[in-house]
């Protein structure tokens, strides 16, 4: 199997030193940190939809991109999943695993392995508006489009060089990476959902679990270095298992009952 987790927008100061490998599109993620330190920070803090502050901190990790200590992609986000998945509690035969299986989407890097060395940063889903017909603002739109088939490319193969199956934990916008229709037509998605069920016996999906799920489930993954979706069937989390009389094979639910 082949795994997809999205990145975090918070990202650690550092990481413990390992072995790096290089990001497959790094060319293309150099090209965009380029454009986005040609900015001024009131640009940024547009582009990226966030305070002046940290568009300022941002606008300073840009300046100095090239020149950053890198760090493993696994071990470098923050983020709700990441906190679950607890990479650097990893044994070398889960990260080498996860070397060969997982792959972390994002925007600026495209497709990241667990030990591709990464510096810290933060990009947003580049829209047209982000392109300069006349000079001026970024052109990572156009960059983000050029990318796409060599990224989608890259997904299929490696998905179909392993056994045709790819476990869905990313989210929806980072589907925009890839021409996410062609992915769906030629592998095998299994896309994992994770419900909470409320008072009122409805089921609902809360962000925070899900992305504490969608972490705890690729270390569950990495950990007994599973080869069947099957075996997905087993993980539990904080409350969380399969319910087998809900979903369908595609996406198996995962709920967690009231009062758990």
């Known amino acids: 199997m082949q795994i997809l987790l999205a990145n975090a927008k918070i990202m650690v100061g550092k990481s413990e030193v390992r072995p790096l490998t290089t990001p497959r599109f790094q060319a293309t993620a150099d090209e965009m940190a380029m454009e986005m330190a040609a900015c001024d920070v009131d640009m940024l803090a547009k582009e990226l939809g966030c305070s002046r502050s940290l568009a300022a901190e941002n606008w300073r990790r840009y300046q100095n991109f090239g020149v950053a200590e890198k760090m493993p992609a696994v071990m470098a986000y923050n983020g709700q999943a990441y906190k679950h998945l607890q990479a650097k509690t990893l044994g070398e035969e889960a990260l080498a695993y996860g070397q060969r299986h997982l792959w972390i989407t994002c925007f600026l890097y495209g497709l990241l ?3 591709d060395g990464v510096v810290p940063y933060r990009m947003e ?6 392109s300069r017909p006349n000079g001026e603002g970024l052109d990572v739109y156009k960059l983000h489009k050029e990318r796409r088939a060599a990224l989608t490319q890259t997904l299929i193969d490696s998905v179909k060089a392993d056994d045709g199956v790819l476990v869905h934990l990313s989210t929806e916008e980072f589907e925009h990476l890839f021409d ?14 994770f419900y909470v069920r409320q008072a009122s016996g409805r089921l609902r999906i809360q962000a925070v679990w899900a992305k504490a799920c969608r972490g705890a489930m690729v270390r569950y993954i990495l950990q007994n270095q599973l080869t069947n979706p099957e075996e997905l069937k087993a993980f ?18 995962f709920v967690r009952e009231t009062g758990v």
Do not use: A, D, T
Request: charge should be positive; glycine fraction near 8%.
């Open 113 to 115: 392995r667990p030990m």
């Open 125 to 130: 889903k580049p829209s047209p508006q982000s």
């Open 180 to 193: 996410w229709k062609r992915v769906l037509s030629e592998v095998k998605v299994i896309h994992p959902l």
């Open 236 to 253: 539990c989390h904080e409350g969380f298992g399969y319910n087998p009389c809900l979903g369908e094979e595609l996406y198996p639910h």
